[in-house]
Structure formats: C-alpha cells, structure tokens
C-alpha cells in the first residue's frame, strides 16, 4: 500500500470520562495505532483537544470556569499532562513526538504561516510524530468566542492538513459519522458512509451540540470537511472509542463517514 502522510484529530470527549479525567486505555491505544502506521512508513500528525478539560480535572476544581483567565490557567496545566501522556506512550513504541501550539494568527500571518510549515517538514522528514493544538493559555479567542475559529480543533485540523499537503484527514469523534437524522432522537436514522458534495441539505443534517467536555460539534467537523476536500483530502469522521478504526479507514472499509476529494 502507498505510503501516506495523515493527520488524525482527536477530541476532547475522546479522551476524557465524563469527569474530565484522561482515558488512559483510549490514549495508549491511540499511541499504538499512530505508532504502527509510523513504522509502515507513513508520516503522522496527531491533533489534540482536550488541555482545558484535562486542566480543570487535574486542578481539582469543582466546575469549569467562566474566567477567560482560568481557563487559560487550566490550559496551560492540561497541556503539560497530555503531553507527558503523550511523551510517554509512544515513547513505549519507540516514536518521538514535538508539541506544536498554534494560535490563529500564526496560520493567517504569511511569514509564520512559511515558518509553521517549515516546522511541520521538518519533524516528519527526521521521523518526528508532531501533537498539535490550539493555543489557549495565550489565546483568548477560542476560549471566549460563540463563533469559534477552530471549533475543537476541527477546522484546526483541516487547516493543518492542508498545511502539511496530507493525504487524508481523520477526526475521531464520540459519534460514528454523519446521519440522515438525529441520532439522539431517531433510533431508525442511517448512517451516510459517503459524502460527495457538501450542500446545503448535507449541512442542515449537521445541526446539533458537541459534547459537555468538547467544543465541537457536527457543524464544525461539516465545515472542515468542506475545507479539507476542496483543497484535495479525504476526511473522515469515525468513533474514537475504538482507535483501529484508523486502519479500517486506511484499508478502505465503511467506517463512519468518507467525505471524499473533490478532484
């Protein structure tokens, strides 16, 4: 099989319980599947949510915080967590991860934008897993904004893709795909295993809330599929509880949800 360059965003309801605390079994296999197609020969960029979530469990706090401030603190101490998890599990696959944090303006600015991607190559042509995401101790916009720009990573994620000139996007979710209805109030709703044009029917199938822990919802990943296929990648959207189902999509079975390329 063709080797690949994937990026592979994952949420916060992926890997959190209910009460903020990282799923250790979800993260450990995660690491071992991204760390298997490592060692295939595809290179490999992770995107991850979750810092804030982590944050406030780790810091004990009761509730999570409506100060732009705190949440900021809690960031910054999530994100210390994840990436020692990170660093840990796939060290004990004998891969190496960078943490790169973004903001908005080092995508939109073109000389950062120039100096991002140079970071990117640069990890992956010396065999580097790079672990992506927002930047929410220094940024406020995500964290206080109704509209958010990267919408739990989602949009980020395709950003990152096409930044990378990736082959395929993957976003693992707390939910299988996209369907022809609302799954929370239909039990007879189908899954849709394929997507070939985003329209406006296709849209309105997307309405809806993300998670407790997460900021994203359908909308968001339906915004990034639009983004990732009209700059020539596959996306998928696939349940994060079983990280295998990256293989199955790599080896072209029905999981979840193709959004297919648009050339």
Same mark, same amino acid.
């Given at each position: 099989?063709?080797?690949?360059?994937?990026?592979?965003?994952?949420?916060?309801?992926?890997?959190?319980?209910?009460?903020?605390?990282?799923?250790?079994?979800?993260?450990?296999?995660?690491?071992?599947?991204?760390?298997?197609?490592?060692?295939?020969?595809?290179?490999?960029?992770?995107?991850?949510?979750?810092?804030?979530?982590?944050?406030?469990?780790?810091?004990?706090?009761?509730?999570?915080?409506?100060?732009?401030?705190?949440?900021?603190? @809690?960031? @910054?101490? !999530?994100?210390?967590?994840?990436?020692?998890?990170?660093?840990?599990? /796939?060290?004990?696959?004998?891969?190496?991860?960078?943490?790169?944090?973004?903001?908005?303006?080092?995508?939109?600015?073109?000389?950062?934008?120039?100096?991002?991607?140079?970071? /990117?190559?640069?990890?992956? &042509?010396? !065999?580097?897993?790079?672990?992506?995401?927002?930047?929410?101790?220094?940024?406020?916009?995500?964290?206080?904004?109704?509209?958010?720009? /990267?919408? *739990?990573?989602?949009?980020?994620?395709?950003?990152?893709?096409?930044?990378?000139?990736?082959?395929?996007?993957?976003?693992?979710?707390?939910?299988?795909?996209?369907? *022809?209805?609302?799954?929370?109030?239909? &039990?007879?709703?189908?899954?849709?295993?394929?997507?070939?044009?985003?329209? *406006? &029917?296709?849209?309105?199938?997307?309405?809806?809330?993300?998670?407790?822990?997460?900021?994203?919802?359908?909308?968001?990943?339906?915004?990034?599929? &639009?983004? @990732?296929?009209?700059? !020539?990648? *596959?996306?998928?959207?696939?349940?994060?509880?079983?990280?295998?189902?990256?293989?199955?999509?790599?080896?072209?079975? @029905?999981?979840?949800?193709? /959004?297919?390329?648009?050339?």
């Amino acid at each position: 099989m063709e080797k690949q360059r994937i990026v592979v965003k994952v949420g916060t309801s992926t890997l959190t319980g209910e009460n903020g605390a990282l799923n250790f079994r979800t993260i450990d296999k995660l690491a071992q599947v991204l760390s298997t197609l490592h060692n295939d020969g595809n290179q490999v960029v992770l995107v991850s949510s979750g810092a804030i979530a982590v944050g406030i469990n780790k810091m004990r706090l009761p509730m999570k915080p409506q100060n732009v401030c705190m949440k900021q603190a @809690a960031a @910054a101490v !999530g994100q210390c967590e994840l990436m020692h998890i990170y660093d840990k599990c /796939f060290g004990e696959y004998g891969n190496i991860v960078g943490q790169i944090l973004l903001t908005a303006e080092d995508i939109a600015v073109k000389g950062k934008r120039r100096n991002l991607k140079n970071t /990117f190559e640069a990890l992956l &042509e010396n !065999g580097m897993i790079p672990v992506v995401n927002e930047n929410d101790s220094v940024s406020h916009a995500e964290i206080e904004s109704d509209k958010k720009i /990267f919408g *739990d990573n989602d949009m980020l994620s395709a950003i990152v893709a096409n930044l990378c000139e990736a082959d395929r996007l993957i976003i693992l979710s707390d939910i299988e795909g996209l369907y *022809d209805g609302n799954p929370k109030e239909d &039990e007879n709703v189908r899954l849709i295993h394929k997507v070939e044009v985003i329209n *406006d &029917e296709i849209k309105a199938l997307g309405a809806g809330s993300g998670s407790n822990r997460g900021t994203g919802g359908m909308v968001t990943k339906l915004e990034a599929a &639009e983004y @990732a296929t009209v700059h !020539g990648m *596959d996306m998928h959207i696939a349940h994060g509880s079983d990280p295998e189902n990256i293989y199955r999509i790599i080896e072209g079975k @029905a999981v979840g949800t193709h /959004f297919i390329k648009r050339y």
